[in-house]
Every structure is written in structure tokens, then in C-alpha cells.
């Protein structure tokens, strides 16, 4: 039997480190909903899961809006009437919106990159703990994707300020969210991930100067963290198997924090 056997598990997101996660989750035999802004990616995410595992389902839905939100939740509930695990990934980098070193963010890039990764994070967690907490016995497990650059920055490459800031609220959310919903039997932990192979890293992946810092930043990998090295933590966290851990940040990063790569 896999562990996730008879688990339901929410997806955000539907491409990257989310369709890696939503293909490893089937595997090991949870029934996986994912929610994403694109229609087309979800279809095509969920065409390749046809016939993996058990039954899965998806919901199209701009989690930056509290509305659709409360909707893509309720339509994995009507789906399979209970919600055991979430797996927060939906959100990106904020370049295109403006975002960048302090002195250069305009208020509105800065809210935007917030509302891309911090909102759409508080809004699935908010209401995936609902339903965890409506249950007759409450419990779930909970994951946030966080990034490296939370804590470990590199201003040289990727001062993208606001983008940081809303990763490093991530971790606070998990660890007070932790606290409170203990008692629950609801965990919450974060993953931070180094540069991983996914549509945000392509900027890295076609500059050989950049693909050279990153080889050397993340020695165990000599490069790019393919996406499913995140979701195999992810399948973890979200079992049994860790059933007494909560209030934790993994980094998977190929061995970024604990490094320096010269200039």
C-alpha cells in the first residue's frame, strides 16, 4: 500500500514543482485536485494523470481572489468531501510586475508580487484548514512553498525584494499556523526549494553566466534542482510518515545556504 493511499491532496498550481508533486502524490496513492488560473494547464495535467492512481479532480481559479478561492475549495469538498492534505505552490516571480531591488518597486508591483505569492498562500491554507478543522476529527497536514531567497539572498542575481518578502512571510505563517493548530492534529511546515527546473527558472536556464553561478551555489546538484527532488519532500510531509513533525522549513536547495559561489 503507498502511503498517501486514501488521501485527498490539494495542488496549487499545475505546471513545475506543482505537476511534478500532483504526478508523485498519484503515485503514491492519494486522489489529487489541483487549482490553477489556466484552464489549459489543468486539463493537460490532469490528462496525463488519467488512469494513475485513484480518482482525481481540478478547479479553475485566480487564488489571489477570495471568492474564487472559497469556490476551487469548495469544489474539491463537493468532489471528494474532504480535503487530508494541501500543497501550496501556486505563485512566481514578480520581475515582470516590477519587482526588484527596494528603492526601484512601485507600490503596485510590490502588492502585486505580494498577492501573487503571500495571498494566494493564506487563502488556500485559510481555507483548507477550514475544512480540516469541520471534520468529526480534526487533522491534516499542511505545505507552503517558500523559496531560499526567504533567507539566503543573493543580491547580485536575485534582488527581487518584494518576491523575498513574501517567502519570508510564508515561514512566519507556517510557524505561527503551526502553533495554533497543533492541539488540531494539523501540521504545517514549509519547503524552500534553491533554483529549481520550472517555467520561473527559464531566465537562469539561457544565461550560461547565471547557469555557471547556479552550478557552483548548488554543488550537490552542479546546477538546476529538477522539480521532482521537490516533490518527493513534499510527498513526505504530506504522509504519515511525518506525522510528528510541524513548524518546519525544508530547504531543498541543492546546498545554496550552506555555500558561496564566487562572482
Known amino acids: 500500500m503507498s502511503r498517501l493511499t486514501g488521501h485527498v491532496c490539494v495542488v496549487t498550481g499545475a505546471t513545475g514543482i506543482a505537476a511534478s508533486a500532483a504526478h508523485r502524490l498519484a503515485a503514491e496513492g492519494a486522489s489529487v485536485f489541483t487549482i490553477s488560473v489556466d484552464e489549459k494547464e489543468c486539463a493537460a495535467l490532469h ?5 494513475t492512481g485513484p480518482e482525481h479532480g481540478w478547479a479553475v481559479g485566480d487564488l ?3 471568492g474564487a478561492t472559497v469556490d476551487a475549495f469548495q469544489a474539491c469538498i463537493d468532489r ?7 500543497f501550496a505552490v501556486a505563485g512566481g516571480s514578480g520581475r515582470s510586475l516590477g519587482d526588484g531591488p527596494t528603492h526601484a518597486i512601485s507600490l503596485g508591483a510590490w502588492q502585486a ?12 491554507v485559510r481555507e483548507a484548514i477550514k475544512h480540516m478543522l469541520g471534520i468529526e476529527v480534526p487533522g491534516g497536514s499542511v505545505v507552503i512553498t517558500s523559496s531560499v531567497l526567504a533567507e539566503h539572498p543573493s543580491p547580485e542575481r536575485f534582488s527581487t525584494h518584494a518576491y523575498a518578502t513574501a517567502k519570508g512571510a510564508q515561514l512566519a505563517l507556517v510557524r505561527a499556523a503551526a502553533a495554533h493548530y497543533a492541539d488540531d492534529h494539523i501540521r504545517v511546515n514549509a519547503i524552500a526549494p534553491g533554483l529549481v527546473q520550472t517555467p520561473m527558472s527559464v531566465r537562469v536556464r539561457e544565461d550560461d553566466e547565471l547557469l555557471a553561478y547556479i552550478a557552483a551555489k548548488q554543488p550537490l546538484v552542479g546546477g538546476v534542482i529538477p522539480a521532482e527532488d521537490i516533490a518527493h519532500t513534499a510527498a513526505f ?4 510518515e511525518s506525522r510528528y513533525v510541524t513548524g518546519q522549513v525544508f530547504a531543498v536547495d541543492g546546498g545554496w545556504s550552506v555555500t558561496e559561489a564566487s562572482s
Request: charged share 25%; net charge negative; proline share 0%.
Open 64 to 66: 489571489t481572489d477570495e
Open 113 to 124: 508580487t505580494l498577492d501573487l505569492n503571500l495571498t494566494t498562500s493564506f487563502l488556500s
Open 80 to 86: 471528494f468531501g474532504r480535503i487530508d492534505g494541501l
Open 47 to 51: 490528462a496525463e494523470l488519467a488512469g
Open 237 to 240: 510531509l504530506l504522509s504519515d
